[in-house]
């Protein structure tokens, strides 16, 4: 039986065996595959879009972002829920998905990151050379 490449295949049990930790909570993030591309989707509401970086350093994906909150001498704070400061978050990248063809788009307080499979790592059919000649049987039909 063929079995379909993902190189994110252990992503589900880590984050299932792990604790949430403040940059999980303050980035939740879905992740899945369309087709040829993996899809990752960073929530980052109240995020400065120039403060948004993302880098691939050997095959470590990070997303770095930062989220300030405006203060003044005369503020009392009642409830203060919504986390401040800088973010990261770490995605370990398999061998099979084309780093170089990284797109990412920030849009409506989501950054939108597709990592596409690499041509090598795609599956495709290999044709089946056939090296016998065809048999033809010559005959006469009687009628």
């Known amino acids: 039986m063929a079995?379909?490449?993902?190189?994110?295949?252990?992503?589900d049990r880590w984050f299932s065996d792990i604790p949430r930790t403040p940059a999980s909570s303050a980035m939740p993030m879905d992740l899945y595959r369309d087709g040829d591309v993996f899809v990752a989707r960073v929530d980052l509401p109240g995020v400065d879009p120039a403060s948004i970086d993302v880098d691939v350093d050997d095959r470590t994906l990070t997303v770095r972002a930062q989220r300030s909150v405006e203060t003044t001498d005369?503020?009392?704070?009642?409830?203060?829920?919504?986390?401040?400061?800088?973010?990261?978050?770490?995605?370990?990248?398999?061998?099979?998905?084309?780093?170089?063809?990284?797109?990412?788009?920030?849009r409506d307080g989501v950054l939108s990151l597709r990592i596409p499979v690499a041509e090598e790592a795609r599956p495709r059919k290999i044709a089946v050379a056939h090296s016998g000649g065809a048999t033809q049987i010559e005959g006469s039909v009687e009628s």
């Open 74 to 106: 005369e503020q009392k704070w009642l409830v203060r829920e919504r986390p401040a400061g800088t973010f990261a978050r770490q995605l370990t990248l398999g061998y099979g998905v084309a780093l170089d063809k990284i797109a990412a788009e920030y």
């Open 3 to 11: 079995r379909t490449f993902d190189p994110f295949s252990q992503v």
